[in-house]
Each structure stands twice: as structure tokens, then as C-alpha cells.
């Protein structure tokens, strides 16, 4: 099969590892198919679920983490309830332990173990420096640890995070909603942005991929958190170590050219993301306020997440009057 709708059925037709796999070749002329990178842009969400179905194959393949199996660290014995997701760089697990269910994160390359010892890193950062009072805008570490390849032998860092049930990312709210979301619904969303970059900024962190599949929200209760935190900066005059090939053209300017990372880097990201997500429905003062956040020169750009949320406020009281909650839903 050489389509991305021939591996599909391929793949879906499979009953085990075996249907599919008699070597590496196999797996990686479906993953070049099904790659959600590669797949066409109205089957991004179809791609996302194959490509993860395609990974836990092959990890069973090689007998890698699978349902139902544990693993033990020196901290806890984690029992692996099944793949979940598939991020930028690694796979995300369902795991419990001790009785208290949690995302195990496993890089599928061990070339990305210095990304996850970079998320492992803030997370610890900000859970020290950070006000507790916005912890909940971000995952707690449980614990970090490598995990030997039974197939290979090669170590990956695995990091274990708090699970967050009930959330979704700002790339299905925008498949939810093709012609826009309301301004007003995205602002408190926007808001909530704020608040997290304002904590990991006065922690010293920055986040460096505010992206749509990055912001988790909780509809119903209009909660919010920052989630992979592999790309971060936690030390001055530092520039974003990669990028998310996909969202090249959401990054601002100092990204690509490997210029030093700042608050206005997230800033930037972060605007982008809701400005995406109203679309062509933003009231045109909004569209005046994105645009100063996105300016292509870092030190034009507001430079403190927390003054920008006080400007947003009076530009948002000035727009809509007072604040009021407003009941929001994801169409499955």
C-alpha cells in the first residue's frame, strides 16, 4: 500500500502485531504513510489515532510496554492500562499505581531523552519556584526514569506525570468548531494562557511550544492546563531547542533563527493559538490586541504575561461588560 487511505485499511484490518510487522521496513513504510504530518490536512484527527494504534503494534512487536504489563522503579510499580496518545516526541501510557491512575510519557527515539530530562526539569522548576496557588495550570512529576529497550538494549528517560481526565486540546476544539469559536468563549481561555506563562515566567521558565495540541482545556468547568514541556528554556539568553514541524509558520521569528528565548516567545505562541481558534469571528479591537503580541520583533511584544492579562481585562470588560460564565461544550 502506498496511500494513506491503503495503509489505513491495512492497518485497521490487522488482528495482531503479526498481520501487520515482519521487520522494522514494515513499521516504518506505515508510519511514513500514516504520519499525521504526512496524512491529508481533513484527516489529521484519523491520522493522529492510526499513527498511535500504529505505535502500540509495533511496541508489542517488539515487546515493549504493553497492556497490562508493569513497571517497576525504585519509587513505584506502574501497571501499563494501554496506550492513549501519541505526542511530538513519545508516547503517552495510562498507568496506575498505589491506586492512583497517571500518564507515563516514553520518547519513541532514545536521541529525545534530553527533551524529556528538559521537561522533567521545568516541572520540577516550577512545582520549587512557582506560586502553588496555579500549580493546576500545569502536570505534576510523579517521578523520571529510564526505561531499557528489551529490544535494543537503549535506554529512554521515561517521565510520569499527573493524569488530567476530562480535558481537550485546543487542536480538537478548533475540528469542533470549522467556522470559529466565539470571542467570548475563547476569552476565558485566553485568560487562562495568561495565568500559566505569567507562573512559568515568574518561575524562570519558559515554555517554548505553545501550541494548539500543547493547552488542554476542561470544557465544562473552563479549566485549563500547559502540557509538554520538552521544549523549554530554563536558563537565560538560551534559544528553544527544536521545533514542532508542523507549526513552523506559528512560531515567531527567534525560534527558527535559534535567538535566545523569552517570555514574548510564549507570548507570541499563545496568540497565535487564539487567534487561530476565533478565525474570521474576532472583533476587530481583539485582532488590534493579537496583533501587538505578535509582532515580529521580540522586544516590541509585551514582555509580562501578567501585566497582558490586566490589559486584556479592561479590553474585555470594555467589549463585553462585566464577566459572566458561559456554559462551554465539545461536539465528540
Known sequence: ???????????????????????????????????????????????????????ALWAEY???????????????????????????????????????????????????????????????????????????????LVETFEQEDPATGARRAANVLSEYPGMVTLARVAEAYPDGVDPRDVAWMWRRVLVALGYAHRAGVVHGAVLPEHILIHPAEHGLMLVDWCYSVTTQDSPVP?????????????????????????????????????????????????????LPQPRRRPQDAWRLLTEFDELLENLYGPRTFRPFTVPR
Open 62 to 140: 517488539q515487546g515493549r510496554p504493553v497492556s497490562g504489563q508493569t513497571i517497576t522503579t525504585s519509587r513505584h510499580t506502574y501497571r501499563l492500562n494501554g496506550q492513549i496518545a501519541t505526542g511530538d516526541i513519545a508516547n503517552l501510557f495510562s498507568v496506575t499505581y498505589a491506586g492512583t491512575r497517571a500518564i507515563l510519557k516514553l520518547p519513541r527515539r532514545p536521541a529525545d531523552n534530553d527533551l524529556m530530562a528538559r521537561e522533567a526539569t521545568a516541572l520540577a522548576q516550577l512545582a520549587r519556584d512557582g506560586d502553588p496557588e496555579y500549580r493546576a495550570y500545569i502536570p505534576r
Open 1 to 55: 500500500m502506498t496511500t494513506f487511505a491503503g495503509a489505513l485499511a491495512e492497518l485497521y484490518a490487522a488482528k495482531s502485531p503479526a498481520d501487520l510487522f515482519a521487520g522494522p521496513r514494515d513499521y516504518h513504510r506505515l508510519a511514513r504513510l500514516l504520519h499525521p504530518d504526512a496524512a491529508p490536512p481533513a484527516r489529521a484527527v484519523v491520522a493522529a489515532d492510526a499513527f498511535a494504534r500504529l505505535a
Open 242 to 294: 527544536a521545533m514542532v514541524a508542523r507549526h513552523r509558520d506559528m512560531y515567531p521569528p527567534e525560534v527558527p533563527a535559534r535567538q535566545p528565548a523569552t517570555p514574548a516567545t510564549d507570548i507570541y505562541l499563545a496568540t497565535a493559538c487564539m487567534r487561530a481558534l476565533m478565525g474570521s469571528r474576532a472583533h476587530p479591537r481583539l485582532a488590534r490586541f493579537a496583533d501587538g503580541c505578535t
